[in-house]
């Protein structure tokens, strides 16, 4: 059985793909082997290539608190536009280019890319899609599986928060996160089901092993899934949001939880009636077609069912989580999670707002890049 990673418990760590620009025109160009081993010291270590050469994913160290992450995560995207401003280019931050064509993109000549391409054929080419990761270390394996398991019916939550993606090949999709669509087309995707242990879940692994699926859980791409190999909890759901801010409240968010969780673990609770699966999948559904606007499935501890806006599905998040934001410094994060909310606006509700006022992607692509710098 594989052995789980040590880190320190809580800290944290997020990753964020962002589209490589033609600053004139918007436009996405494959440029990622530019920067790759020039980008100088600093950032150089916190870089990584992807399948496409139109996106470039900044990784932060990692860190003990919000505070650090917030310092991290600026640093880093303000490292990335001047590198790329040095070679001619800019970047910008959401889960889909609004009108770029993925045929039109160059791949990454990498055998690791190579190898996704032979394995998934056509759902891999077309995967030009931009999202955040946010690794929370936990103590221990049952830990870790406590929290995947408690995380899931979240999930949706902090999709609708992050919604980013309205627009694919020049059409407004209906979606407020196509991205999240597109990737389902990948195996291994999706919300995982509920694990008895976390020899259950290496078990899971072994099997897809064995098959000769996966050489490792780094090939598992659900939207929340346990790391054994460095002890932290990912969770993968989002859209990459533009600005800093809230990128930093849906990792806080996410964070707030995972150490909920924890503690509910060492307490002995019980998971809530709401795990059932087809109500998670169900409002998964909603929140990427909806975003703030869907109408989530709560089942109550009697049994009954009834909807809920996702604006109320948020304030009982808070609640449930208010002594951790209390004991870890989130009230900053959490307010711009609540003014999310209350503004009724996403990144994706942004961009169609400014489609429907202009008419013109390049403008929807201005304004992408004047909000993703610190």
Request: proline share 5%; aromatic share 6%.
């Amino acid at each position: 059985m594989t052995e789980f990673g040590s880190s320190e418990p809580f800290t944290l760590g997020v990753e964020e793909e962002f589209q490589i620009l033609d600053p004139e025109t918007g436009e996405l160009v494959s440029r990622i082997d530019e920067v790759m081993g020039k980008a100088g010291p600093g950032i150089e270590e916190n870089l990584q290539s992807e399948l496409f050469q139109a996106l470039v994913e900044t990784t932060s160290d990692i860190c003990a608190d919000i505070d650090e992450l917030r310092e991290d995560v600026s640093r880093l995207r303000g490292a990335l536009i001047d590198t790329m401003a040095d070679k001619g280019y800019t970047i910008a931050a959401a889960g889909t280019h609004p009108f770029a064509l993925w045929e039109e993109q160059d791949y990454t000549d990498r055998p690791r890319y190579d190898e996704l391409i032979d394995d998934v054929q056509w759902p891999a080419k077309r995967e030009l899609i931009f999202g955040q990761h946010t690794h929370v270390a936990v103590e221990n394996a049952p830990q870790a599986i406590y929290i995947n398991n408690g995380l899931r019916p979240f999930l949706p939550i902090l999709l609708a928060l992050s919604s980013n993606s309205p627009f694919w090949r020049g059409v407004s999709t209906g979606l407020k996160s196509t991205r999240v669509r597109i990737f389902d087309a990948l195996p291994r995707t999706g919300i995982p089901r509920e694990f008895s242990s976390f020899a259950d879940f290496q078990a899971a692994l072994d099997t897809l092993a064995a098959g000769g699926s996966i050489e490792d859980v780094t090939k598992i791409w659900w939207d929340v899934r346990p790391r054994p190999d460095i002890g932290t909890v990912e969770v993968r759901i989002p859209d990459l949001p533009t600005t800093v801010d809230e990128s930093i409240a849906v990792a806080a968010l996410t964070q707030a939880l995972v150490v909920r969780l924890a503690r509910d673990f060492e307490q002995g609770e019980e998971r809530p009636i709401q795990h059932i699966p087809e109500v998670i999948d169900e409002n998964r559904w909603r929140a990427l077609r909806d975003g703030l606007e869907a109408d989530l499935i709560r089942v109550g501890d009697d049994g009954e069912v009834e909807t809920m806006s996702v604006e109320s599905a948020v304030k009982d998040t808070l609640a449930l989580v208010d002594d951790v934001v209390q004991d870890r410094g989130l009230k900053e994060e959490m307010a711009t999670i609540e003014e999310i909310v209350q503004r009724g606006e996403t990144g994706a509700d942004r961009q169609l707002r400014i489609y429907e006022e202009t008419g013109e992607f390049t403008e929807v692509m201005s304004d992408l890049v004047e909000r993703t710098p610190p």
